[in-house]
């Protein structure tokens, strides 16, 4: 468990973009499994994109794929989420989650795999 900083929510424009930032506190992200789920009113939380540090590989959500990356700065510890051509159905709030384990595929994608959550950002796309 580690306390996650995640920021870079917003308003914006259907088509405009984001990027969220995240980075623990008080350690790296050596050997983790870090990104986004998101939740919106009425509807499940739903994986979005993680990133595994050790392999550097990315996984994205059918819904984000082609619009979203995902990346890191080793040097600054940060996990990013780059969020392009945003639609007004991308509205929800954004958490930040970690694992401190390189999760196998299998487990990515079950929010309940991840012992570390930020405290979410606002992101919200207007028509």
């Known amino acids: 468990q580690v306390q996650l900083v995640e920021s870079g929510g917003g308003l914006v424009q259907a088509g405009g973009s984001l990027r969220l930032s995240c980075a623990p506190s008080?350690?790296?992200?050596?050997?983790?499994?870090t990104g986004w789920f998101r939740q919106s009113p009425g509807k499940e939380r739903e994986f979005v994109a993680v990133?595994?540090?050790?392999?550097?590989?990315?996984f994205y959500a059918d819904s984000v794929k082609g619009r979203f990356t995902i990346s890191r700065d080793r040097a600054k510890n940060t996990v990013y989420l780059q969020m392009d051509r945003l639609r007004p159905e991308d509205t929800a709030v954004y958490y930040c989650?970690?694992?401190?384990?390189?999760?196998?595929?299998?487990?990515?994608?079950?929010?309940?795999?991840?012992?570390?959550w930020g405290q979410g950002t606002q992101v919200t796309v207007r028509d």
């Open positions: 989650v970690a694992s401190s384990s390189r999760l196998i595929v299998s487990r990515l994608r079950d929010g309940e795999n991840y012992d570390s």
């Open positions: 008080g350690r790296t992200f050596t050997g983790y499994t």
């Open positions: 990133f595994r540090w050790s392999g550097g590989d990315s």
